[in-house]
Antibody, heavy 122, light 110 residues
């Protein structure tokens, strides 16, 4: 069955960087678009970023709140999704979920990982 | 992109039906059928309950149903059971290569 496992969360100071990884299994990873979605403590869900199945060129989209600071990427040979987070702010503190789209292009979140917690604090 | 609007809370007694609304705009809910609903229990990852307005993934009880009228989507839970108590979120594609979520509704089974 589809499985998504996130890695890389932790505690960082404001202004620092962190890279999250998501290991995918149980499906043809290179055929599907992938998302990152986050949830601040006690708050609702916020879509963060999406990458199309091939991850080439302009096939990456971001929420305004992270544009220019976060970069989504993928390695289809390793069935792995990434989120590079730079210039982190306290408001980026959240559980970050890796999620699969049912299509190669952006439509919706279909399957979720278990999440990894990122805390930005001095 | 503004969040979709959901009531913060909803409730019903076991066996009753409850409907949760999700209001967007012509640029998201009103223009696309990529409307989804997710259930989230405390400390757990969200789970897809309804996709493309009214489709149910395999394994989701048929007590859960979805619909849309204009800029507002709705999730109805019939025959409420104790395990239905959770937070529910709607989501929509926006046409700007973005997704937007609702603020969430806490469903209480009385």
């Amino acid at each position: 069955q589809v499985q998504l496992v996130e890695f890389g969360g932790g505690v960082v100071q404001p202004g620092e960087s962190l890279r999250l990884s998501c290991a995918a299994s149980g499906f043809s990873f290179s055929s599907y678009g992938m998302h990152w979605v986050r949830q601040a403590p006690g708050k609702g869900l916020e879509w963060v970023a999406f990458i199309r199945y091939d991850g080439n060129g302009n096939n990456k989209y971001y929420a305004d709140s992270v544009k220019g600071r976060f970069t989504i990427s993928r390695d289809n040979s390793k069935n792995t999704l990434y989120l590079q987070m730079n210039s982190l702010r306290p408001e980026d503190t959240a559980v970050y979920y890796c999620a699969k789209d049912p299509r190669s292009y952006i439509t919706m979140v279909h399957v979720w990982g278990q999440g990894t917690l990122v805390t930005v604090s001095s | 992109q503004s969040a979709l609007t959901q009531p913060p809370s909803a409730s019903g007694s076991p066996g009753q039906s409850v409907t949760i609304s999700c209001t967007g705009t012509r640029s998201d809910v009103g223009d696309y059928d990529y409307v989804s609903w997710y259930q989230q229990h405390p400390g757990k990852a969200p789970k897809l309950m309804i996709y493309e307005v009214s489709q149910r993934p395999s394994g989701v009880p048929d007590r859960f149903s979805g619909s849309k009228s204009g800029n507002t989507a709705s999730l109805t839970v019939s025959g409420l059971q104790a395990e239905d108590a959770a937070d529910y979120y709607c989501s929509s594609y926006t046409g700007s290569n973005n997704l937007v979520f609702g603020g969430g509704t806490k469903l209480t089974v009385l």
